[in-house]
């Protein structure tokens, strides 16, 4: 019943290493996202998709490298691990283009430490 | 200076007390805004969220916008401890595909049975 899940919840590793992030929504939604949010609990967005299509790409190392297979999917890939990369991320969907304001359905958030 | 401020407390009430949280903004083009609730360890949750300046109400909660102070405020009734948590406000901008929210930085709230 979970409407928008993330794997793996903790990830810890070393520096220099390559991770994926995984992201699945059942919500139906069009739109997904990928936000940061850091020790001091500032919310940032990185990505975002509509319909498989990256529509924001903000100022990111382009280390971070999403994937959306399909509407339902957004995965974040993450190579060559630096310790400012430590942070919660959180992944998002809002059902799309329908409407004006769209409130954004946030997963659990997967706690990445840099070792 | 930041486009969403908000400070981030921490904020410590006693149960039942009146809360307020404040943001200000400083992009003239936000055109809706947002207050989302966290909790620790978990995800943000939507609480409210106003187009246009005045207030909204739901339940113990009131939203109010300032367009021309450019302030926006979320109150609590009656306080209950089951709303500690970091309250994130957020403004948006851009209709259709390029929308998206920026983001205050939260205020975290303690409420003390």
């Known amino acids: 019943d979970t409407a928008v899940s993330q794997t793996p919840k903790y990830l810890v590793t070393q520096m220099g290493n390559d991770k994926s992030i995984k992201c699945e929504q059942n919500?139906?939604?069009?739109?997904m996202y990928w936000y940061k949010q850091d020790s001091k609990k500032f919310l940032k967005i990185m990505f975002s998709?509509?319909?498989?299509?990256?529509?924001i790409n903000e100022t990111v190392p382009n280390r971070f490298s999403p994937k959306s297979p399909d509407k339902a999917h957004l995965n974040l890939h993450i190579n060559s691990l630096e310790l400012g990369d430590s942070a919660v991320y959180f992944c998002?969907?809002?059902?799309?283009?329908?409407?004006?304001?769209?409130?954004?359905?946030f997963g659990p958030g997967t706690r990445l430490l840099v070792l | 200076q930041k486009e969403v401020e908000q400070d981030p407390g921490p904020l410590s009430v006693p149960e039942g007390a009146i809360v307020s949280l404040n943001c200000t903004y400083s992009?003239?083009?936000?055109?809706?805004f947002m207050w989302y609730r966290q909790y620790s360890r978990k995800g943000p949750e939507l609480l409210m969220y106003?187009?246009s300046s005045g207030n909204k109400e739901d339940g113990r909660f009131t939203a109010q916008v300032d367009k021309s102070s450019k302030y926006i405020s979320l109150f609590i009734r009656d306080s209950q401890p089951s709303d500690s948590a970091t309250y994130l406000c957020?403004?948006?901008?851009?209709?259709?595909?390029?929308?998206?929210?920026?983001w205050g930085l939260g205020t975290s709230l303690a409420v003390n049975p």
């Open positions: 998709y509509n319909n498989k299509e990256l529509i």
């Open positions: 919500l139906g939604h069009d739109t």
């Open positions: 998002a969907s809002s059902p799309g283009v329908a409407g004006y304001q769209e409130t954004q359905y």
């Open positions: 106003t187009y």
């Open positions: 957020a403004g948006g901008k851009e209709a259709g595909n390029n929308r998206k929210l920026i």
């Open positions: 992009n003239s083009a936000f055109q809706y």
